[in-house]
């Protein structure tokens, strides 16, 4: 399984952006039944679960991004998304997608987020 994230970028706070994720070298019934996850990681800090989405299609959010950040998927596309809204300099980081399989985990490259407040 490969992932490619993109859209990531630079923006002013209040700005926003969607984060994108394709996934490849995976077949739909597998992608589709995958648990869904973003995770971002700022300098000198642990990488966090920003949202999931799991396989049963429920939806969890660290409570800072709650009200502004969407998890979703489209499985015929294999792709996975993250919007963001009303973004904070505390929102910059590397930010990585996450498919979790019934066998193992796949991370996306990363890509970067900037906020300038």
């Known amino acids: 399984v490969q992932l490619q994230a993109s859209g990531g970028g630079s923006v002013q706070a209040g700005g926003s952006l969607k984060l994108s994720c394709a996934a490849s070298r995976i077949i739909l019934s597998e992608f589709s039944s995958s648990r869904m996850g973003w995770y971002r990681q700022a300098p000198g800090k642990q990488r966090e679960l920003v949202a999931e989405?799991?396989?049963?299609?429920?939806?969890n959010y660290e409570d800072s991004v709650k009200g502004r950040f969407t998890i979703s998927k489209y499985n015929a596309r294999k792709m996975v998304y993250l919007q963001m809204n009303r973004l904070q300099p505390e929102d910059t980081a590397v930010y990585y997608c996450?498919?979790?399989?019934?066998?193992?985990?796949?991370w996306g490259q990363g890509t970067q987020v900037t906020v300038s407040s």
């Open positions: 989405l799991t396989s049963g299609g429920s939806t």
């Open positions: 996450n498919v979790e399989t019934s066998t193992r985990d796949y």
